[in-house]
């Protein structure tokens, strides 16, 4: 059909194993360091916080070293409940555009909450319950991850607690009340449940807390609760294994729309819908003589790999997590209050940062009110309201595709639509009240977060 919108896989067509990039690596990722000791960490130093099999994925050791892993039975059931996702041909958009360009998306927003995150939330929730932990911890930010822990939990009858960002907590109050409905317990953090949480609330009853602050609690809680595992919804080896579902999917669909992607373009906040989508064609480019270009898009406020320094640097505000080699403004570094609250994070994805060092992977940073411009007319074209993370992503593929309309190329370009927008519609307000503010990072303040950085010889 030459007019086909949608390319739909079957139940029966599902990829039924995650890629793991790190069995096609020529050399391994830079090992994670402990601040106290300068040495690499081991297994049973991650123990308290993670159980075996995770943290096996994450350092891809043992049956986890291998270029395949098989997706859980279990996890595949819970799998179905919307995967596989669909991926569409933008049709309506590329006649706005009036561009040669083939323009896809791969539409996350599919999921039970909305994101890509589920796809992660799913085998954490599940390895721990074979582990016998019987309660999770998380923090989150603007709801996307402790709806996708609270969906989890729910499936395999573990509890779960989520540390909400105070701000977030009073402004979402809809985030809330879903994770409510999942069956999860919500507290706003800083939170009187923490000797942390605590600390932050004498110093300011009214504190708006941070998603350092709530990433401090939940670790807290983690270690001083029995029973309690903690869960991360991105930057970790083992979150982008779980996401390379969406590209393994992806790859399938363009085979049955008879093309194969020029650009793969995904927003980068702490890069793991990024690496979902886009480590499935990194093993084209490093196995198969692919010249695929692959795009991270971030935001101008938070531009960790356009701006940053490749370097070790802590991965939460508060400076509590071993040290990881990634691409960071420095980890003191608070971000602009955009509206794309996934994306405000200092560092990124190690696997991506390695990448992008080595050339494989290539990354662009876009302002505030191009990025709301794309979603309006994504939005007024395809129907689907983006997140406003997502949308920095369809910025990418229209600027992309207007550059074809120029050169007269009929390039193939693929997005990761991540999630709907349906509860950040105070940004479309904003952005409609011409309210918003573009913001550039303040590049003095992180090279002072910088500069404070202990130095590793690794
Ligand atoms: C959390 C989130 C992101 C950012 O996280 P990554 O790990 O970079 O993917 C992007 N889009 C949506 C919809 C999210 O919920």
Redesign the pocket.
């Known amino acids: 059909m030459s007019d086909q919108v949608k390319y739909l896989l079957e139940e029966s067509e599902m990829p039924t194993a995650w890629y793991n990039v790190q069995a096609d690596f020529a050399t391994p990722l830079p090992p994670v360091i402990n601040p106290g000791t300068g040495q690499p960490i081991g297994p049973q130093d991650m123990a308290p916080l993670f159980p075996m099999d995770i943290i096996m994925q994450e350092a891809s050791v043992g049956p986890y070293a291998a270029q395949y892993i098989d997706i859980p039975e279990e996890v595949f059931e819970i799998y179905r409940l919307w995967r596989p996702t669909p991926l569409m041909r933008a049709r309506r958009l590329e006649k706005a555009l009036d561009t040669p360009a083939h323009i896809y998306y791969k539409y996350?927003?599919a999921s039970p909450v909305?994101?890509?995150?589920p796809n992660t939330a799913v085998p954490q929730a599940y390895y721990n319950k074979r582990a016998g932990t019987k309660r999770l911890a998380t923090e989150t930010g603007?709801g996307?991850?402790g709806s996708s822990v609270a969906f989890a939990a729910g499936y395999f009858g573990l509890e779960a607690k989520v540390y909400m960002v105070n701000i977030s907590y009073q402004q979402k109050p809809y985030r809330r009340m879903m994770m409510e409905a999942y069956g999860a317990t919500i507290v706003a953090s800083p939170s009187k449940d923490t000797a942390a949480g605590r600390k932050f609330l004498a110093e300011n009853p009214n504190h708006p807390g941070s998603l350092g602050i709530a990433i401090s609690e939940a670790m807290e809680d983690t270690v001083t609760t029995p029973d309690t595992k903690y869960s991360i919804?991105?930057?970790f080896n083992h979150?982008l294994l779980h996401?390379t579902i969406i590209g393994e999917e992806a790859l399938k669909q363009m085979e049955k729309a008879d093309e194969y992607p020029d650009i793969v373009i995904?927003?980068?906040?702490?890069?793991?819908?990024?690496?979902?989508i886009i480590l499935p064609f990194v093993r084209g480019k490093l196995k198969d003589g692919k010249t695929t270009r692959l795009i991270a898009v971030e935001p101008t406020a938070a531009p960790s790999l356009t701006k940053g320094v490749y370097t070790y640097d802590f991965g939460d505000t508060a400076q509590t997590t071993p040290l990881v080699k990634m691409y960071t403004l420095g980890s003191a570094f608070i971000p602009a209050p955009i509206h794309?609250?996934?994306?405000r994070?200092h560092g990124m994805?190690p696997i991506i940062c390695k990448l992008y060092d080595e050339g494989v992977v290539e990354a662009v940073a876009v302002a505030q009110n191009p990025v709301f411009a794309a979603a309006v007319q994504f939005t007024r074209t395809e129907g689907i309201i983006p997140?406003p993370?997502?949308a920095h992503a369809i910025r990418a593929a229209i600027d992309e595709a207007l550059k074809a309309k120029e050169s007269g190329e009929k390039k193939v370009i693929l997005f990761n639509l991540?999630?709907?927008g349906h509860f950040d519609m105070a940004g479309y307000r904003s952005y409609f009240a011409g309210e918003l503010e573009d913001y550039e990072y303040p590049a003095e303040e992180v090279h002072k977060a910088i500069a404070g950085l202990p130095k590793v010889n690794a």
């Not at 909305?114 to 995150?117: E, L, R, T």
């Not at 995904?266 to 979902?276: E, Q, R, Y």
């Not at 794309?340 to 994306?343: F, I, P, Q, R, Y």
């Open positions: 996350e927003g909305g994101s890509h995150k603007a996307q991850w919804g991105s930057v979150v996401q995904g927003c980068a906040g702490g890069g793991s819908n990024l690496g979902g794309a609250g996934g994306l994070y994805s997140a993370e997502s991540s999630g709907h």
